[in-house]
């Protein structure tokens, strides 16, 4: 973030008022891997870590310094990394709004193969060690048609 202090000595690396340490969204204990918005960039490192055109810096909707306890549509993700209900933060082809499998408005609580990563973010949901991406066949959006017999 170009403040004269060394990444491993500074709180927040990427300078955008979110601690490294809370940027680690998948919470393995490694903020390095999380990347919300897929742009090849760590959330650490990143801005905009939700890819949303506003600067994470900026997404404090209180004014209170603290980006983490800000979410604005309630769905249990803070704003500064929630993306729109179209976009598609793990990159598996399925737009978040329909990552939500219990239609409680909270994609962050759907984990479908109990791997501690919501559904969301997880790039094989399912757990078969085949990416989600590559499991609708027929590429109608739907990944449950698909007949592979």
Do not use: M, Q, R
Not at 2 to 9: F, Q, T
Not at 98 to 114: F, H, I, K, R, Y
Request: proline fraction near 5%; glycine fraction near 10%; aromatic fraction near 4%.
């Amino acid at each position: 973030d170009s403040d004269s202090i060394l990444n491993y000595l500074d709180n927040d690396d990427d300078g955008d008022s979110v601690l490294t340490i809370n940027e680690d969204v998948n919470l393995n204990g490694d903020p390095t891997d999380d990347d919300t918005d897929t742009d090849t960039i760590a959330n650490f490192l990143d801005n905009d870590d939700d890819g949303d055109g506003i600067p994470t810096i900026d997404e404090d909707a209180n004014n209170n310094g603290d980006l983490t306890d800000d979410d604005s549509d309630g769905d249990g993700i803070p704003d500064y990394l929630d993306a729109t209900s179209d976009d598609d933060s793990d990159g598996d082809g399925v737009p978040n709004s329909l990552e939500d499998l219990n239609n409680n408005g909270n994609p962050n609580d759907d984990d479908t193969d109990g791997d501690g990563t919501p559904n969301y973010l997880d790039t094989d949901d399912d757990g078969d060690s085949i990416p989600t991406f590559n499991e609708d066949l027929n590429s109608n959006g739907d990944w449950f048609d698909d007949d592979t017999d």
